[in-house]
């Protein structure tokens, strides 16, 4: 039997089994069991390759990337040529798009990398089509634009999802608050700060089981935790991405179905091709990314407010800062100063290089 029909069976023993006190084990180790033959499906090993395959992975420039995935013909390819001016070849046709086709949008004074990515269909992850490669591109992106045709059945959204989480995406989540600390001896200890309402302690038992894990501190602070968050700490191996949902071709419909489409979380309806609604999801697109832009001020000067240094979130100290203009310059400074809302107060706050900046913060860097 192949894997992927492994997945199947596992999948339909688990459609069969209602979830209740007694089937909690047994479904515990069915969501371990499917982890674990999703990871063989993801692993190059499996043949097909689970990295980027040639021509797929480009080099990556700007500060950030954002890579587009969807259905065949949705029109990605339409959204990127006119947002960077870089080509990207549109056609009625399915499947134009034959590889990764990078460009670049600058975003208030930040560029920022846009891929744009063959269709992929349903059964990606499985090796179908090209799909498996170009989830694997999008797995590095800092967003994913799920493109989605507002003229196509709403069902495809769930079949994106389904496979981009099949590879071990997920999707405008946060890393689920638990531990799971592994130990010599002393069997299993369960410690839960917060009620737990989607998991139970057989199914975490079953779950540790089917990991072959006898000993270990499970900590669960997670509120609503499952199964799947459990296994996705587990595992290991999951990445954390937001994501937008771009409804294109809202040229083609109603203002009566448009309303409905904005009722979807995440969504941004827009036309790429009468370019309808393109500002606003710009502006979600630079939200979503939660970048840093830090102006510096010159001694005795204005601040330079026309470029920025853009810096990540979660990597935006003042040490990150001075390591974007140039290498030495941690070295040599004494001491910054800083403007702005990670400051004390408004006339400047002198701080050390492990200070964390905010977003259209100014520094003032003090040399030796
Ligand atoms: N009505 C309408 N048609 C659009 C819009 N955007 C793209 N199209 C059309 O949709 C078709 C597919 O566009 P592409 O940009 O090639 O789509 P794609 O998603 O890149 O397609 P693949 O690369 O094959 O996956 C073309 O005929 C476009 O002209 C839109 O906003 N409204
Ligand atoms: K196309
Ligand atoms: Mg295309």
Redesign the pocket.
Known sequence: MTTVQRIKEVEDEMTKTQKNKATSYHLGQLKAKLAKLRRELIAPSSGGGGGAGVGFDVARTGIASVGFV?F???????LMSKLTGTHSE???I????LTTVPGTVKVHGAPIQILDL??IIEGANDGRGRGKQVIAVARTCNLIFI?LDVLKPLGDKAIIERELEGFGIRLNKKPPAITCRKKEKGGINIVNTVPLTNIDHDEIKAILSEYRINNADIAIRQPGATADDLVDVIEGNRVYIPALYVL??I??ISIEELDLLYKIPYSVPI????WLNVDELIESMWEALDLVRVYTKPRGLAPDYSQPVVLRRGKCSIEDFCNNIHKEIAKQMKYAVVWGASAKHSRGQKVGTDHILEDEDVVHISKK
Do not use: H, L, Q, Y
């Open positions: 969807g065949p013909s949705v029109g990605k390819s339409t549109v056609s009625e399915d499947f134009t798009t063959p269709g493109v294109n071709k040229d083609a036309s790429s091709k009468e």
